[in-house]
């Protein structure tokens, strides 16, 4: 093996029960004198959106927000965004909410001020095909999770549905880190509990698939391991006791440390649900949740001797199978589907599921060569 590899690692967190109270300070701190928050349908009627748009007016901030944003965010939604972006004279965004909202302003502060001729798809994660954009004219962005789990809170790239294909891709820049990520976890105490159930189990999702992946990446791999213990043991207590902080407070820790963690690498459990969210709208953490047990014993042979040192590292008896276990009673106690049909999922259109799933590009991090056989396999063994 040869011990070579690029690494980064997050932004300033400024992490806390009540540190929303900070936002405006933040604000000025990286130059905002007219942010545009950008949030989700749902969240935009909640107490705590009008709590963060106060403290942004009574700073002299403004009150902007956008929320036209779709749970499996597009380039229509983009588009409509940067046009708010430009008509309120904007310069810079808060991405306010769930995954959707945190790579939906991303995409906006990314491609606002790009020269005409530049599609997102432009800037999709292939090989250096970020330098495409001009850096200097992406704007400051600050963001502020209000679920725990996709982690897009100290990542470098945001995913969109090009509404043409249906495929999910994955937009990449350096620059669209946020310069400054407000953690905290009360915003996350009114998450509805499937909601609670889904985010989570993508945090797991994230750990999981980076512990696994067969790239060299010793500091990933040690946040993974620490951030699956903290999904297994904090998990199950928010879905049952949705205000107890602490809780919550490890949680978004297990989120943003499984978003550091897949710089190491994804796997099947994304490529597989990636197309199914693309296609059929369903909750991402969720549908990573309804096939993760069925990617592990595909991936079994490549990796027992791991899952079974994480095993005994998280106090799961019995191996990779006792481990296995752990999974099926977790999805269980929160009310995951059991399979790919109770998500609505058609049978007829695996074909076209697995060709998706293989331009996917986590399929590439996974521990077993995905081909085309042996992933239409695995998806008539989700179904």
């Known amino acids: 093996m040869t011990l070579t590899a690029n690494w980064s690692y997050p932004t300033a967190i400024k992490f806390g029960a009540g540190r929303i109270s ?3 300070d933040h604000c000025k701190a990286v130059g905002l004198k007219k942010p545009l928050l950008v949030t989700d349908k749902a969240l935009a009627a909640l107490p705590i959106t009008a709590q963060a748009l106060a403290i942004l007016e009574a700073a002299g901030l403004g009150h902007a927000v956008f929320s036209k944003v779709d749970p499996n965010p597009n380039e229509a939604n983009m588009t409509d965004g940067i046009a708010a972006y430009k008509a309120g004279g904007h310069d810079g965004v808060i991405c306010f909410g769930g995954g959707s909202a945190l790579d939906l302003g991303k995409m906006i502060a990314l491609m606002a001020d790009q020269a005409p001729g530049l599609s997102v798809w432009d800037l999709e994660d292939v090989g250096d095909w970020y330098t495409r954009a001009d850096a200097t004219k992406i704007a400051p962005i600050i963001a502020v999770p ?10 470098r790239a945001g995913v969109l549905t090009n509404t043409a294909t249906h495929q999910k891709k994955i937009i990449f820049h350096p620059k669209i880190l946020p310069s400054v990520t407000i953690c905290d ?3 996350t105490v009114g998450m509805p509990k499937f909601i609670t159930a889904g985010t989570g189990m993508d945090a797991l999702a994230h750990c999981l698939e980076a512990y696994c992946s067969p790239f060299y990446h010793p500091m990933s791999q040690g946040i993974a391991l620490e951030g699956m213990r903290l999904a297994f ?4 207590e928010v879905y049952a006791n949705p205000s107890d902080l602490e809780a919550r407070a490890h949680m978004m820790s297990a989120a943003a440390m499984g978003a550091v963690a897949f710089q190491k690498g ?7 649900s990636h197309p199914i969210g693309a296609v059929y709208g369903t909750h991402h953490g969720t549908t990573n949740a309804v096939v993760m047990p069925m990617v592990l014993d595909f991936n079994r042979s490549a990796i027992t001797e791991r899952i079974e040192k994480a095993a005994a590292y998280l106090g799961i008896k019995g191996g990779f199978d006792g481990f296995l276990a752990a999974i099926m009673a977790l999805r269980a106690e929160l009310a995951i589907p059991e399979n790919l049909t109770a998500l609505g999922v058609d049978p007829a259109q695996l074909d076209e599921l697995t060709e998706m799933a293989l331009q996917d590009p986590s399929c590439g991090g996974n521990p077993i060569e995905m081909t085309r056989e042996n992933t239409r396999a695995l998806f008539e063994s989700c179904m």
């Open 146 to 155: 209000t679920t725990a789990g996709t982690g897009s809170e100290v990542g």
């Open 233 to 236: 043991e904090n998990l199950p």
């Open 266 to 272: 994804l796997g099947a459990i994304h490529s597989l």
């Open 22 to 24: 900070e936002l405006a």
């Open 185 to 187: 976890p009360e915003l």
